[in-house]
């Protein structure tokens, strides 16, 4: 990385209020005031739980009701799922049950949102990096092999091996809500590779469900539906009424799937895999804040319909649809499912044939250990072997617990039941196995998490530097190897941060560069500073030119101008490349490595800017000159270093006399 060298002190400035900052930094002395409040409302209380919990909690509400329902009602359960809802279109006559309509059609909507993800993942996400992405792609296909196998071993003899399908896959939202719910502390890293496994475990799943539970298959039709699809990817082209074709196009590939034999819901997934997706580009950005301008200053119903084409054309399709279809999906669409799906009658009868159920068992053990062995054994061996990209905080123990929360099969379990099994008996084998499995994993995943935070509390009270410094990764200023180290997790929109910068620049002043370095990374406080990560992620765009110290120092010397035309113009202002300088600004490897800053900072409990480690520990108190020079000189090892490294800083080049 780039190499800072020796610059003149800069004078703090005062922070202007204008739209680009949008309130004053927590102040760092007392990170947590500003979330101080004396009450809230119940609505800002779910507001606060967030969409993974709040969904997560009605797919649970859902199911307990559905059960209740069963048990108490078979017959109105049963009678009011199969009610048959008849329209007729010209010569087509069209007859569906209600529990056809959640299966086969909402839950299509479902495997779209499923599709869009899996786009995004691998255009602009988690799994364009082989080496970042080969951790939770291993893990996914291993924890989707190894429950299978133990399933159809247990369910020998059966007549239901071929239903090990059930064992296979992983409930996504159910993941992430549980996650949120009982997760460890600072969960991000963890959040990030269970959600990119579940993804690859998404992908094997339908290809499955496509491969080995389609019956009565018709080349035909398909032929309509690729035709469709062709349709479908060709869309993006039109300038205007986008919408309505997409629409149009989306309903005849998913009759055509339909009438193929292949099953509805993977006409979501194909469909969406079409749609296009990628990071937002910066002009297009401007050009619709330009409009947002003109319209504030002639307020008219064409301007206003521009700036608003404008607004929504800057954002990918495919993540406009993400936002649309999210909550739907989250508080209607899967809660209806399991309203549907998980009715099991739960009978002193029922839950006796279940006890010694072969099936039953194969689902338990295979979702709950299956997906210890396939997930964490995996990963175990890959991180032995340093396979692959872990990032600090993805340690052995969590790993584990994810792995165990993996074992929540439930959405696709319960889908794929109805498709593998036939039997009526058998059903509620299955499903009574597939609930017990979902409350197992969820209890042995929430013990672990408790012993792992519990066993290690100064990791995660962030007293030590979780990633050590690495000259090849990180932004050092002066000396790389240097004995004596400050690293300062910052904000370039942070008034603090801009005052940090001059006692900084003192101590340089004071020690020189040769046994002294500084480093910066990024921790971008996003809910203060609406363009502090896209100017984080600018800085990595101008680092892999070489000029990120200089691009830093342009950001602080005027911190209220930090829109797309102002990163651009300070590009050209530094001679860098600016054709290069915006494609990288696009790129998925300028957001990673911001990203992976962000994560070490969450891993840290870093929550107010700037926050310094002096020598690998964490600096508590003023940061002024004096006092970062004086905590320079505490005796104490750096822990982030290895023994043989280890210097007193009396010893070093450049240590004040």
Not at 12 to 38: E, F, K, N, W, Y
Not at 155 to 183: K, R
Request: charged content about 20%; aromatic content about 10%.
């Amino acid at each position: 990385m780039a190499r800072r060298t020796r610059e003149p002190e800069q004078e703090p400035r005062a922070v202007r209020t204008q739209l680009t900052v949008i309130q004053h930094s927590p102040d760092p002395d007392h990170p947590h005031d500003h979330s101080r409040r004396d009450r809230r409302s119940i609505a800002e209380y779910i507001r606060g739980l967030g969409r993974n919990r709040i969904g997560a909690l009605l797919l649970l509400l859902a199911t307990v009701v559905a059960i209740v329902w069963a048990n108490a009602s078979s017959e109105t359960y049963g009678g009011f799922w199969e009610t048959h809802l008849s329209f007729n279109l010209g010569d087509f006559r069209g007859d569906y049950t209600l529990h056809a309509i959640v299966n086969d059609a909402l839950m299509a909507v479902f495997f779209f949102t499923v599709g869009l993800e899996v786009r995004r993942e691998f255009a602009i996400g988690e799994l364009t990096s082989w080496r970042r992405a080969m951790v939770p792609v291993f893990a996914a296909v291993f924890g989707l092999a190894a429950p299978a196998i133990l399933y159809v071993l247990i369910a020998q003899g059966t007549g239901f091996e071929n239903a090990w399908g059930i064992v296979i896959s992983t409930d996504t939202a159910f993941l992430v809500g549980a996650l949120a719910i009982i997760g460890p502390r600072a969960p991000g890293r963890l959040r990030i590779f269970l959600l990119a496994l579940a993804v690859v475990d998404d992908i094997g799943a339908l290809s499955i469900i496509a491969l080995v539970y389609t019956e009565d298959f018709s080349w035909m039709p398909l032929v309509v539906a690729a035709l469709g699809l062709v349709g479908v990817f060709f869309t993006r082209y039109l300038r205007g009424g986008r919408g309505p074709v997409y629409v149009t196009l989306a309903i005849i590939v998913w009759a055509a799937f339909a009438a193929s034999g292949v099953h509805p819901t993977l006409a979501g997934v194909a469909i969406a895999l079409l749609v296009p997706v990628y990071r937002p580009n910066r002009r297009d950005v401007e050009h619709a804040l330009d409009l947002a301008r003109t319209f504030r200053q002639s307020p008219n119903t064409e301007y206003a319909r521009a700036a608003a084409n404008s607004l929504r054309e800057s954002i990918s399709i495919n993540e406009r649809l993400q936002s649309a279809y999210a909550p739907y999906v989250a508080y209607v669409v899967l809660p209806l499912f399991a309203l549907a799906n998980a009715g099991v009658q739960i009978t002193p009868e029922i839950l006796a044939a279940a006890a010694v159920s072969p099936i039953t068992w194969g689902i338990v053990i295979g979702l709950v250990i299956g997906k210890i062995i396939g997930i964490w054994g995996t990963t175990a061996v890959m991180k032995l072997f340093r396979m692959g990209d872990f990032g600090p905080g993805l340690t052995v123990d969590r790993l584990l617990g994810g792995a165990a929360l993996a074992g929540i099969g439930f959405t696709i379990s319960l889908f794929i039941v109805d498709l593998a099994i036939d039997d009526a008996a058998a059903q509620n084998e299955a499903r009574v196995g597939v609930l017990a499995a979902s409350i197992l994993a969820f209890a042995l995943a929430a013990l672990i998490f408790r012993l792992s935070d519990a066993f290690r509390p100064q990791q995660e009270s962030g007293r030590v530097l979780v990633r050590a410094v690495d000259p090849r990764r990180d932004h050092v200023w002066g000396d790389p190897d240097a004995p004596l180290t400050i690293v300062e997790y910052g904000d370039f929109q942070c008034e603090f941060c801009l005052k940090a910068s001059g006692s900084v620049q003192q101590v340089i002043d004071e020690l020189g560069t040769d046994g002294f370095r500084y480093v910066w990374r990024h921790a971008p406080l996003t809910r203060f500073h609406p363009n502090a990560l896209a100017a984080a992620e600018a800085s990595e765009a101008a680092a892999l030119q070489g000029r990120f110290f200089e691009f830093e120092r342009a950001l602080f010397v005027d911190q209220d101008e930090q829109l797309p035309s102002h990163i651009i113009r300070r590009a050209q202002q530094l001679g860098l490349d600016v054709e290069q300088f915006e494609k990288d600004l696009g790129s998925a490897e300028v957001a990673a490595r911001v990203r992976d800053d962000m994560l070490d900072a969450e891993a840290m409990d870093i929550t107010a800017v700037p926050t310094f480690f002096i020598n690998g520990r964490r600096h508590v108190g003023p940061y002024d000159a004096r006092s970062l020079i004086a905590a320079l000189q505490d005796p104490t090892p750096d822990p982030t270093r290895k023994p043989s490294r280890v210097m007193e800083p009396d010893s070093g080049p450049g240590h004040p006399a």
